[in-house]
C-alpha cells in the first residue's frame, strides 16, 4: 500500500471508486488526525493561548491555513540573479 493510500485510510479518507460509508467516518477525528500526527492544517489552524484579558485562562484561537510559500522571497531565486545578468552581456 503506497503512503497516500496508508494515510488516506488513516485520516478517514477514500479511495474515488472505493467502500466509502458515512455512517463510519467521522470528520472530527480526520482533523485531529491531520492536524496531531501529520502536522497539517486543511480547513483551518489553531492554537491555545493565554487569554489576555484574564491571564489566568486560556483560549482556543482559529486561523485559516496559510500556504507554505507565503512570501514573494520565497518566489524569487536571487542567488542566480547575477549569473543570469552575466550570461545576458555575452
Known amino acids: 500500500m ?8 488513516q485520516t478517514g479518507g477514500w479511495t474515488i471508486s472505493g467502500d466509502f460509508n458515512i455512517t463510519d467516518w467521522n470528520f472530527q477525528r480526520t482533523l485531529e488526525i491531520q492536524h496531531n ?3 497539517v ?3 483551518f489552524s489553531w492554537t491555545v493561548d493565554t487569554d489576555l484579558t484574564n491571564t489566568s485562562r486560556n483560549i482556543i484561537q482559529l486561523y485559516e ?3 507554505a510559500l507565503e512570501t514573494r522571497n520565497n518566489y524569487l531565486n536571487e542567488t542566480k540573479d547575477n549569473e543570469v545578468k552575466w550570461r ?3
Open 41 to 43: 492544517q486543511s480547513f
Open 65 to 67: 491555513p496559510v500556504l
Open 37 to 39: 500526527q501529520y502536522g
Open 2 to 9: 503506497c503512503l497516500f493510500m496508508l494515510s488516506s485510510y
Open 88 to 90: 545576458k552581456k555575452w
